[in-house]
């Protein structure tokens, strides 16, 4: 009951509103939106409109404690890349996948 009623009782602002919280523009906060990386939203009547409670929690997942995390993980080795469609045999990639190595 007390979920149902924060969500209910929530202030709602406008994507304005959200930039100048943010100290960005009304583009960038929509962007954000239409990519998928700004806090959820709602649609109302057309109106663009984002509950204060999911802006503080798209916030707090990216809240940083130090830059030495985004170092480590920028350090990370890059992950193994996809199978190559040429053979590492030297043969040519006709041959290969022929099976008889040889011109026809």
Do not use: F
Not at 17 to 45: E, H, I
Not at 53 to 65: A, C, G, K, Y
């Amino acid at each position: 009951m007390c979920a149902e009623k924060s969500a209910t009782t929530d202030r709602l602002i406008t994507s304005q509103m959200l930039a100048d919280k943010l100290n960005k523009s009304r583009s960038t906060v929509q962007r954000q939106r239409t990519s998928g990386t700004g806090p959820s939203y709602l649609r109302v009547n057309g109106s663009i409109l984002y509950r204060e409670s999911d802006v503080d929690l798209w916030l707090d997942r990216h809240r940083q404690i130090s830059t030495e995390a985004l170092v480590e993980e920028q350090e990370k080795p890059a992950p193994p890349e996809a199978e190559q469609s040429t053979p590492h045999d030297g043969e040519r990639w006709w041959e290969k996948r022929r099976g008889d190595g040889g011109d026809q």
